[in-house]
């Protein structure tokens, strides 16, 4: 079964930068596309990039790109993604999803964000 | 960008009935190899979204031949028949033709 686990909640100050992880087991990160998802409080869903862990290459949505950076670390079949300069509106539910079959066929179970002084 | 229009916002239903979810793009997702890359997805309260229809029509593995998705070029609808409890929560649209991908605001399927 494949499972992305993501951990918990991140506390983060204004100004300063969290990472977060996405750990993929029972499939290989190398063979697919990883993509990265957000949530603010009571809202919709919106897109932020997606890394090909194969190759480090990386796309982003227009307004994440000095916001959001994508890694990949295939030894631990685990991807990140770092958030900068943190501001309020950064808060936030982030999820990591990958194409297994088709786009966004299978989903972390989301990381909480708060961005608070 | 891509706007997806959904409505409508809420549709409360009744156990058992039908539901029907419109979702509207400003501009055609057709792409230019002919396929048309507009998913719908499920998340119920507290988890994450989850797959239920891919281009347009095709029903994900393991999702019960109540959902159906139908549509073309603009306008897409995802219909469910008789709606069970597992059915409620929020449910997205999201287009993947032309980039970025962008998801519709989304539909609360609730009890009447």
């Known amino acids: 079964e494949v499972q992305l686990q993501q951990y918990g909640a991140e506390l983060g100050k204004p100004g300063t930068s969290v990472k977060l992880s996405c750990k993929v087991s029972g499939y290989n990160i190398r063979s697919t596309y990883m993509h990265w998802v957000n949530q603010r409080p009571g809202k919709g869903l919106e897109w932020i990039g997606r890394?090909?862990?194969?190759?480090?290459?990386?796309i982003y949505a227009e307004k994440f790109k000095s916001k959001a950076t994508l890694t990949a670390d295939t030894s631990s079949n685990t991807a990140y993604m770092q958030l900068s300069q943190l501001k309020s509106d950064d808060t936030a539910i982030y999820f990591c999803?990958?194409?297994?079959?088709?786009?966004?066929?299978?989903w972390g179970q989301g990381a909480s964000v708060t961005v608070s002084s | 960008d891509v706007v997806m229009t959904q409505t409508p916002v809420s549709l409360p239903v009744s156990l058992g009935g039908q539901a029907s979810i419109s979702c509207r793009s400003s501009q055609s997702l057709v792409h230019s190899n002919g396929n048309t890359y507009l998913h719908w997805y499920l998340q119920k309260p507290g988890q994450s979204p989850q797959l239920l229809i891919y281009r347009v029509s095709n029903r994900f593995s393991g999702v019960p031949d109540r959902f159906s998705g139908s549509g073309s070029g603009t306008d897409f609808t995802l219909k469910i028949s008789r709606v069970e409890p597992e059915d409620l929560g929020d449910y997205y649209c999201?287009?993947?033709?032309?980039?970025?991908?962008?998801f519709g605001a989304g539909t609360k399927l609730e009890l009447k």
């Open positions: 890394i090909d862990p194969a190759n480090g290459n990386t």
């Open positions: 999803a990958m194409d297994l079959m088709v786009l966004m066929d299978a």
């Open positions: 999201l287009q993947s033709t032309h980039f970025p991908p962008t």
